[in-house]
């Protein structure tokens, strides 16, 4: 298992700009993802991006796309999450998640988490 750990959580304006980083420690393979989820309170906890931590393709969830870019720095084992014109319904807790997906699968397990940072956005 990879820890991580998370901060740039905040408060911002609707409108606004946020950026998130997870430090990772322990061992990066070559098929381990790295993700950010977020959860707000009475609902289940969401992806909102993933990313390759070896070659980099990213994925976003639909709600997302345009506004957050998730990136690595490979040397650094961090992984960060730029949020562009935050919205209310972006207000959650986020975390960064660390998993693998094995050979002949379609889906990551994850199977590490951080403390989580906390977002709120007001409008």
């Known amino acids: 298992q990879v820890q991580l750990v998370e901060s740039g959580g905040g408060s911002a304006q609707a409108g606004g700009s946020l950026r998130l980083s997870c430090v990772a420690s322990?061992?990066?393979?070559?098929?381990?993802?790295m993700g950010w989820f977020r959860q707000a309170p009475g609902n289940e906890r969401e992806a909102v991006a993933s990313?390759?931590?070896?070659?980099?393709?990213?994925a976003y969830v639909d709600s997302v796309k345009g506004r957050f870019t998730i990136s690595r720095e490979a040397a650094e084992k961090t992984l960060y999450l730029q949020m562009n014109s935050l919205r209310p319904e972006d207000t959650a807790m986020y975390f960064c998640?660390?998993?693998?997906?094995?050979?002949?699968?379609?889906?990551?397990?994850?199977?590490?988490w951080g403390q989580g940072t906390q977002v709120t956005v007001s409008s």
């Open positions: 322990g061992s990066i393979y070559r098929n381990t993802y």
């Open positions: 990313i390759s931590f070896v070659d980099g393709n990213t």
């Open positions: 998640a660390a998993g693998i997906r094995y050979p002949g699968e379609v889906d990551v397990t994850w199977d590490s």
